[in-house]
């Protein structure tokens, strides 16, 4: 009992002797610390230089590109309707919705039979009308030689007239008989009076039949004409739409069986803004032909077709802007069709001694920042005369400088900047500079070591800390087990 009560003693004072050095260690570990936090100079914390992207402000001319969205609209539409009613007799086999045709291709025909009877009727009264010219021309030739013959027995009237009035006056003849010969002579020319008016009369008759010729051509070209109305052909190529033919349908007069649309003639509707609408102008105010790019996305494919600006919309909407027509520049095979959504570009009138930036290189308000003397910041307020997609072009601009091409939050006036290449040089001074460090410290290390035999130990365990475990071997392998000795006596007494 009594060797377990030393044995737990013994325990208790090892235990507190451990404990008193435990904290004179931390305590003198803290007070290291403070002593070093106090003595250690405090350096300035080094300027920090941010990596950007820049770039040097030239002048140029630059054709800026306006970018828009319209509807493509057809610009040259036919509906097919029926001039004659009737049934379809023929129909072409491509009639459908979305096929194409050529000029001069047959669509469909109505049958002709009741049109051939009224041409047939009127090549009749044509024929009709030219016998009765031939007969009125008889006529006339007969009236003439009628009015001739009159005319020639009134002269020998008038003659036997004068002969009788000359030998009543010399008294060979009785005055009974000069006055039979003056009625006579009056019926003669009553005669020609009468032949004078049947030969107009026959001429009347011929400009008639004339007439009546005429108007039977005319008949007869309607009716030939209606005869070739029957058959509906394609008087340019396209492609239909909207078709409701079908063979052996009775269609009436004037009925719509479809739509051809001409799809060499397709145009671009777009609305721009006025401050937009106002750059497409020219001089005197009229629209000018600028050229334009239609894009047609259709999903990974993209289908690009030339196109030239044609005219203004007559009226504008309350919303503001203006509607502005672009032909297309393209043949019939082209995919666009009436109704697609596309993207216009047109090319603005160039525009000379500017500058064209990145999007992101200026704000909203135009401010730039230049890079100036000792890479430092400079902000700089710019005219940004366009907005494009990623670009814009600036004007009243410091041509020759280096501006950020790209701003973040972190720059501001004054900021200290550097580019690519001098950062890559940086770091490369900053690595000669560390190796310099390094080599420097390798050679004081020698110099120390050599003056061990001469400086001491001590001296030479305080300055490298490394040498210091083995200079301290000989004290501390007889501290060791001088620790240990006073903590073996307990060991076997706990473990018996």
């Not at 003056?182 to 020609?192: D, G, N, R, T």
């Not at 396209?238 to 739409?241: A, D, F, I, R, S």
């Given at each position: ?11 208790l ?19 290291a ?30 054709t ?56 047939a ?55 009974t ?16 009076i ?8 026959a ?34 190529a396209?492609?239909?739409?909207e ?22 003639a ?51 909407g309350a ?8 032909t ?47 890479n ?25 400088a ?12 004054g900021?200290?900047?550097?580019n ?19 080599a ?19 001296g ?37």
């Open positions: 009992m009594r060797f377990l009560l030393r044995s737990l003693v013994g325990t004072i090892v235990l507190a002797l451990m404990a008193g050095a435990l904290s004179f260690g931390v305590s003198r570990l803290g007070a610390r403070e002593a070093a936090s106090v003595e250690r100079p405090k350096r300035a914390a080094p300027e920090r230089v941010y990596t950007v992207q820049d770039r040097v402000l030239e002048p140029a001319t630059v800026p590109v306006l970018t828009a969205y319209g509807t493509v609209e057809a610009g040259r539409v036919l509906e097919l309707r029926t001039a004659q009613p009737g049934r379809v007799i023929d129909i072409a086999g491509d009639f459908r919705e979305g096929s194409r045709v050529a000029e001069g291709d047959l669509l469909l025909r109505i049958d002709p039979a009741t049109t051939r009877s009224r041409e009727d009127a090549v009749a009264g044509l024929a009709d009308a030219r016998s009765r010219e031939a007969q009125a021309v008889q006529a006339v030739a007969l009236a003439e030689a009628e009015l001739a013959a009159a005319r020639t027995q009134s002269n020998l009237r008038r003659d036997a007239l004068r002969r009788r009035v000359d030998l009543a006056n010399r008294g060979l003849v009785a005055k008989a000069v006055e039979a010969d003056q009625l006579a002579f009056a019926s003669a020319e009553q005669s020609v009468t032949r004078r008016q049947a030969l107009e009369n001429r009347k008759q011929v400009e008639q039949a004339r007439l009546a010729i005429q108007r039977a051509d005319l008949a007869v070209s309607d009716t030939r004409r209606d005869v070739a109305d029957t058959a509906i052909r394609a008087p340019f396209g492609v239909l739409t078709t409701t033919a079908v063979l052996g349908r009775l269609v009436g007069t004037n009925e719509a069986l479809g739509r051809l649309i001409d799809l060499a397709l145009e671009v509707a777009f609305r721009v803004s006025d401050a937009q609408f106002a750059r497409l102008l020219g001089e005197n105010g009229a629209l000018l032909p600028l050229k334009a790019r239609v894009f047609l996305d259709l999903g990974e494919r993209r289908i690009d077709t030339g196109a030239v600006l044609a005219r203004i919309a007559a009226i504008t919303e503001g802007g203006r509607t502005v027509y672009a297309v520049l393209a043949d019939g095979s082209t995919p666009l069709r009436p109704g697609d959504f596309v993207t216009v570009e047109v090319d603005e009138p160039p525009l000379t001694q500017v500058a064209e930036i990145p999007a992101r290189a200026a704000t909203e308000a135009g401010v730039i920042y230049v890079i100036g003397e000792e430092r910041l400079e902000e700089t307020r710019v005219r940004i005369l366009r907005r494009m997609a990623d670009t814009l072009v600036i004007d009243e601009a410091p041509f020759g280096r501006i950020v091409a790209e701003l973040r939050p972190q720059l501001g006036p900021i200290k900047v550097q690519a290449e001098e950062a890559a040089l940086a770091q490369e001074e900053a690595k000669r500079e560390a190796a310099a460090r390094r420097a410290r390798g050679g004081g290390g020698e110099g120390e070591g050599g003056g061990r035999p001469g400086g001491g130990r001590p030479g365990e305080r300055a490298t800390g490394a040498p210091s475990g083995n200079a301290g071997k000989p004290g501390g392998d007889e501290a060791a087990p001088a620790a240990e000795g006073g903590a073996r006596p307990a060991r076997p007494a706990g473990g018996s």
